[in-house]
């Protein structure tokens, strides 16, 4: 579990502030993604990245940019956040053999906007 | 394009009883199919890939290309495995099917 952490674990937030969510891995995985968890509909993904400097858009990527400098931190920014962005965001992370891998998870961020 | 759907948002079922969890599939290629769990207060985990083929927790699940299924299997449910179960293709996850195991 170590393996993969998220900070803050807890955020509250008004409306029209950025804030920015960071993932850090230690096991040097190569892809890692951003998810977040809503009633109703489960884990969309937001973004990914399969490599430093590597990311592409998921499925719910509106109002949210990324960014990889280095293979172990992931970070997530709501530019100006939102009410409808008030969730649970999951990081998470996969070796990279094969794009159809097991993924491992952070233990996810709670945020809310207000 | 995937998709993953997950016809049932909550389950109950006694302690004891089978639970079968349904999960069907759209997808082009070959799928590789996933189950996670999420118990409560902990991150989500992998509990069972199709590649695999085994049995964790008791739990089994069969890949029927015919008709796009991944259903999860359990012949004795135990109270421990009330948990949030997501089933996933690639990056593509289901809304998710909350099981509750009653004593």
């Known amino acids: 579990d170590a393996g993969i952490t998220q900070s803050p674990r807890h955020k509250v937030t008004e409306t029209g502030t950025p804030v920015t969510l960071r993932c850090h891995q230690t096991?040097?995985?190569?892809?890692m993604y951003w998810y977040r968890q809503d009633p109703g509909h489960g884990l969309r993904l937001i973004h990914y990245s399969y490599g430093v400097k590597d990311t592409d858009k998921g499925e719910v990527s509106d109002g949210y940019s990324v960014s990889r400098s280095k293979t172990e931190d992931f970070l997530l920014t709501l530019e100006s956040a939102t009410s409808s962005q008030t969730s649970v965001y999951f990081c998470?992370?996969?070796?990279?053999?094969?794009?159809?891998?097991?993924?491992?998870f952070g233990p996810g961020t709670r945020l809310l906007v207000l | 394009a995937q998709r993953v759907t997950q016809p049932e948002k909550l389950l109950s079922v006694f302690k004891g009883a089978p639970v079968e969890l349904k999960c069907n599939y759209s997808?082009?290629?070959?799928?590789?199919l996933f189950w996670y769990v999420q118990y409560s207060r902990q991150r989500l985990q992998l509990l069972l890939r199709?590649?695999s083929r085994e049995s964790i927790k008791g739990f089994t699940a069969d890949l029927n290309k015919g008709e796009t299924s991944f259903h999860l299997k359990k012949p004795f449910a135990q109270e421990e495995d009330s948990a949030m179960y997501y089933c996933a293709l690639i990056r593509s996850f289901g809304a998710g099917t909350t099981v509750t195991v009653r004593a």
């Open positions: 096991e040097n995985h190569r892809y």
């Open positions: 998470a992370m996969s070796p990279g053999q094969d794009p159809q891998e097991t993924q491992y």
């Open positions: 997808y082009s290629g070959s799928p590789e």
């Open positions: 199709h590649i």
